[in-house]
């Protein structure tokens, strides 16, 4: 898909509060949902997934939330701190496609 | 270790000439996927493999061209027609399309 420019959405939090993370996903057909850190000048770092006959799916200090019927996907992180800061991508797999069409991206920055 | 390798991590060409950039695993994995990042951007999919001798084009074909002659390799070349290579090139891999892509570190490619 076509980027959305520059501008980043970005979220500032302060360590040891939770972050939330938030993603709208552009196919109802998609089937398969994956949350991916990345740092400065490495490629992208898996966190987390989950499959759309679920809702919910736990990690450490990491939840998915996925909310089919409004097309949505969160990435909740518990008390986070100065390393997690990042940029975060959300993609997501079609149904029976061989492609992960991946979102703009946010970033996470961290107050110490 | 195991992983997606890619090199070199910094590549510098002139305007005109054609640059082939390394990708090697050895995660076994079936599908390999080239990407383009741009600064403040997400990824677009430029050529995707499922299986050895075989290669499907992404979003963003035009200019670029790959070869999958062993499992373990996957190299793209940046060709000429080009029109604007400076970017951020990141190689990742999976066993199937219910399977987190994994990412080697990227190469920045700068073309002047």
């Known amino acids: 898909g076509e980027s959305v420019g520059l501008h980043l959405p970005t979220l500032s939090v302060q360590e040891g509060d939770n972050s939330i993370i938030n993603c709208a996903y552009s196919?109802?057909?998609?089937?398969?949902f994956i949350w991916y850190k990345q740092e400065s000048g490495k490629g992208p770092q898996f966190i987390i997934d989950?499959?759309?006959?679920?809702d919910k799916r736990q990690g450490q200090r990491v939840t998915v939330l996925l909310n089919k019927t409004v097309k949505h996907l969160s990435l909740q992180i518990a008390a986070t701190q100065p390393g997690d800061s990042a940029v975060y991508f959300c993609?997501?797999?079609?149904?029976?496609?061989?492609?992960?069409?991946f979102g703009a991206g946010t970033i996470l920055r961290v107050k110490s | 270790d195991g992983g997606i390798t890619q090199s070199p991590k910094y590549l510098f060409r002139k305007e005109g000439q054609n640059v082939t950039l390394s990708c090697e695993q050895n995660?076994?994995?079936?599908?390999m996927y080239w990407y383009r990042q741009d600064p403040g951007q997400g990824l677009r999919l430029i050529y995707y493999?499922?299986?050895?001798?075989?290669?499907q084009k992404g979003d963003i074909a035009e200019g670029y061209s790959v070869s999958r002659e062993k499992k373990e390799s996957f190299p793209l070349t940046v060709t000429s027609a080009q029109k604007n290579p400076t970017a951020f090139y990141l190689c990742?891999?999976?066993?199937?399309?219910?399977?987190?892509?994994?990412f080697g570190n990227g190469t920045r490619l700068t073309v002047t």
């Open positions: 993609a997501e797999n079609p149904l029976g496609g061989n492609k992960l069409v």
């Open positions: 196919n109802s057909a998609s089937d398969y």
């Open positions: 989950i499959r759309s006959n679920m």
């Open positions: 995660l076994n994995h079936d599908a």
């Open positions: 493999s499922q299986i050895v001798n075989d290669f």
């Open positions: 990742a891999g999976r066993d199937n399309t219910n399977s987190p892509l994994h």
